[in-house]
C-alpha cells in the first residue's frame, strides 16, 4: 500500500489541529515570559485545559501512525536525532529542552518499534486494560513530581533544580501512545466507521502533514516576531 493511499485525512486535520493549538499556546507562553504580557494570558484555566488536550491529541495520534510506517525503529531514531539537536540548540540560548515532546516520541517509537509484535499479539482488551489504568495512576508525573533521586526525569520524577522548557516524561504520555498503537490497528484494519476515513478537512490536514516541520520552526519564528514586535513599540 502506497503512503498517499495510506493517508487519512481527518487523522492529518486533526494532527493539524493539535499543531495549531500547540503553536497558539507557545505563542502566549513567549508574549507572557518575554513581552510583559499579563500572566493570566497564558497561566488559567481554559488553557491549561487545552495544553493537555492538544499534547495528549498529538501523542496519540503518534501512536496511531505506527501502524502504517515501515520501520518504527528507524523512525524513532530519526526523531531522537532531532530531539537531541533540539537540546543543544536550546542549551545555547539559555531556555534549555531536556526531554520535550519529541524526546517523547523518538523514544516511544523506538520503543514500540522493538516490541511492536508483542503488542500485536495481546489480546483485544489488554492494551487498553494496561493503558487506561496506567494514565490514571501516572498522570501526577506529567509535569515533574519532586524526589532526591536525580537523573529520573525521563520517568517524570524531578529534583528541585531540573528544569526543561517543554516537558513529556515517558509516564504518563506513553500509555497514551500505546492506546493510540492499538485504535491504530483498528483503524488501519477499516474497523471504524465509513465517514472517519471519507471525512475532509483540507486546510488542516496541509497542516498536520507538515507537524514536523513546524513544530520544530515555530518557537524561533514566535521568539522572532515578539522580539520584533517590543522593538517596533519601543520596548526594548
Avoid at 19 to 42: R, S
Avoid at 54 to 74: D, E, K, P, Y
Avoid at 93 to 116: A, D, E, K, R, S
Avoid at 169 to 185: H, S
Wanted: hydrophobic share 55%.
Amino acid at each position: 500500500m502506497s503512503e498517499s493511499k495510506q493517508r487519512i485525512e481527518l487523522m492529518d486535520a486533526a494532527r493539524g489541529l493539535s499543531v495549531c493549538l500547540m503553536v497558539a499556546h507557545h505563542f502566549l507562553y513567549d508574549l507572557v515570559v518575554f513581552a510583559g504580557a499579563p500572566t493570566w494570558l497564558f497561566w488559567n484555566p481554559v488553557f491549561i485545559t487545552l495544553h493537555y488536550f492538544f499534547a495528549g491529541l498529538f501523542i496519540l495520534l503518534s501512536g496511531v501512525s505506527s501502524n502504517f510506517s515501515r520501520s518504527n525503529a528507524r523512525r524513532g531514531a530519526r526523531a531522537l536525532a532531532l530531539a537531541l539537536g533540539i537540546t543543544l540548540a536550546t542549551y545555547c540560548v539559555g531556555m534549555p529542552i531536556v526531554f520535550g515532546v519529541l524526546h517523547l516520541l523518538g523514544t516511544c517509537m523506538l520503543l514500540y518499534g522493538v516490541t511492536q509484535r508483542f503488542w500485536q499479539r495481546l489480546p483485544a482488551w489488554a492494551t487498553p486494560a494496561l493503558c487506561l489504568p496506567g494514565v490514571l495512576l501516572t498522570a501526577r508525573l506529567a509535569d515533574g513530581y519532586p524526589t532526591a533521586v536525580p537523573h529520573l526525569w525521563m520517568f517524570g520524577l524531578v529534583t528541585e533544580d531540573f528544569f526543561s522548557a517543554d516537558y513529556f516524561p515517558l509516564l504518563p504520555w506513553t500509555f497514551v501512545f500505546l492506546l493510540g498503537a492499538w485504535a491504530g490497528g483498528y483503524i488501519r484494519a477499516g474497523r471504524f466507521p465509513r465517514w472517519f476515513y471519507e471525512a475532509k478537512a483540507p486546510r488542516l490536514a496541509a497542516v498536520g502533514r507538515r507537524s514536523l516541520l513546524i513544530y520544530v520552526a515555530h518557537q524561533p519564528l514566535l521568539y522572532g516576531l515578539t522580539m520584533l514586535g517590543l522593538w517596533i513599540f519601543g520596548k526594548r
